[in-house]
Nanobody
Framework: VQLQASGGGLVQAGESLRLSCVTS????????VGWDRQAPGKQREMVAT???????EFADSVQGRFEISRDVYKNTVYLEMSSLKPEDTAVYFC?????????WGQGTLVTVSS
């Protein structure tokens, strides 16, 4: 299984950005898809997940600002990020779960300047 994330970049605080993650296998074969992030010097944390039923979960720090969605025809997971803050600066990793395994992509860097 391969996950290819893209869409990162440098933005100003308050701006928006959309990350994409293309999976090498059908999105429907995973029970959970989502995104983690790791900021410099910090542990990796969950950002957003979506299960096979479409239920979503978000970290408190991004609730109301980020949205997760998927396109089953394109085998792509999206993370729509708005009202970005400097503390959102991190490498963002897409992930997918097909028990008993988790799979992660290579990460895409998001930098938010103040």
């Amino acid at each position: 299984v391969q996950l290819q994330a893209s869409g990162g970049g440098l933005v100003q605080a308050g701006e928006s950005l959309r990350l994409s993650c293309v999976t090498s296998e059908s999105i429907g074969s995973f029970i959970i898809v989502g995104w983690d992030r790791q900021a410099p010097g910090k542990q990796r944390e969950m950002v957003a997940t979506m299960d096979s039923g479409g239920r979503t979960e978000f970290a408190d720090s991004v609730q109301g600002r980020f949205e997760i969605s998927r396109d089953v025809y394109k085998n792509t997971v999206y993370l729509e990020m708005s009202s970005l803050k400097p503390e959102d600066t991190a490498v963002y990793f897409c992930k997918a779960r097909r028990p008993p395994n988790w799979y992660w992509g290579q990460g895409t860097l998001v930098t938010v300047s103040s």
